[in-house]
């Protein structure tokens, strides 16, 4: 039998390892396997404030394998101080209790005041009136600004650009006006400029609400897959998957999302073709008339300066909001039979505060776990929906502020989907150059309040 005191200096590594490489090292040190209660005691993971400190880097010099920030310990076997460790170590304000089994979405969404599903008309369409405000100052900015200030005068276009999709976002979650028809014509002239067709976003986000962080299911963001990962091998395509989906360049990956999803009609249901097709026709007809428009008056240049470098702007967002909510190491996505709507929604969704300025362009959509527990709450209301969930349910929330900790850990590590570890990265087995190289020279600075 092993003793406690044996066990001890082996397994004090940080809770991040996961007991899979503790118990490893225990019969690796002894020559004997870890007793079967380990998991339960969580002796491997109640490491002392010193072995905390350990770097990433140092673990991967003494270990055969990259995946450094792998959670094997389900969020619920752990103590507040572990959490709390564990989100700082990540980048995280904090990470929210496991929801228990029994809590439905039904009793979550009535906790909430019934105010927050009022539509109020003037709120709603003050919302236009900011955007095409806000975006009508871009394009000026960027008329006028010298070469050496359009980055800065594109990321304000982009972060206003934003405010398009926003508005049309409410539309198709009926949560804009009462009239479907009015929602159906704002949401098609919000997406145009974006070359987003309506119907068809609306019907896969929905299915993506429906569905979040179910495995397989879910179409706004996906974790990559052992098999898929496995026949990337040697292939330009697993070079570019990777290559996007393991670097910054993740923050630009709707990119891809919107070209497959949204233009393909045969991912669309015979019932579904009429008012998919009138959408699609909506986004050619825009683009058959501004671009030629803008590329007369203004040159090729003009096209890149005015409308490509602006919608770029936008991905950045729409990508990051995407990966910021959906993706951490510690929300798992779950198989069909395992899955429950109100752990996904709550606990399964992320909370961030951003810049300000960037929520009042983007008109709050960073305030997404009310508008995923209940996504028919007007933009306008989610703070208050917010406030109660906070209130209610604030224990198995997750939070966090805008940082580089958490964007470089969901950029070099959260990519491929692991049963035991929730995430490990695209080099798991033996660690590669280009992650490498990120993890050395990608800020790590955090900022917990």
Known sequence: ??????LQPVCQRSVFQGLRQCRAHVKAATGTAAPLGLR???????????????????????????????????VEQLSDSERQQVAHQYGYTKIGKQLPEGVTLSQIVKSMPSEVFDINPWKSWSAVAITLASVAASLYLIAISPWYLLPLAWGFAGTAWTGFFVVGHDCGHRAFSKNKLTEDIVGTLMYAPLIYPFEPWRIKHNHHHAHTNKLVEDTAWHPVSKQELGEWKGTFKGWLYKTFLGSPLKSWASVGHWLIWH????????????????????????MAIAFPSLIYFTGITGFFKFWLMPWLGYHFWMSTFTVVHHTAPHIPF????????????????????????????????SVHVPHHVASKIPWYNLRKANASLRQ???????????????????????????????????????????????RKVIPNTYRPS
């Open 40 to 74: 339960k005691s969580l002796i491997c993971q109640r490491a002392k404030a010193q072995q905390s400190k350990v770097t990433a880097s140092a673990h991967r010099q003494n270990s055969a394998k990259a995946a450094a920030v792998s959670l094997s310990v389900p």
């Open 263 to 286: 233009f393909d009609t045969t991912k669309y249901t015979e019932k579904q073709q009429d008012r998919v097709k009138i959408s699609l026709a909506a986004v050619y007809a825009f």
């Open 392 to 438: 209610n349910w604030g224990q198995y929330m997750t939070e966090a502020r805008f940082n580089w900790r958490m964007m470089k850990t969901i950029f070099t590590e959260l990519h491929v989907y692991d049963e035991d570890n929730v995430y490990v990265p695209f080099d798991f087995q033996k660690e590669e150059p280009f992650l490498q190289f990120q």
């Open 334 to 365: 779950k198989v069909a039979k395992d899955w429950d709507a109100a752990q996904a929604q709550l606990s399964g969704t992320v909370h961030c505060d951003f810049p300000k300025w960037v929520e009042f362009l983007t008109h709050d959509i």
């Open 1 to 6: 039998m092993i003793s406690s005191s044996t």
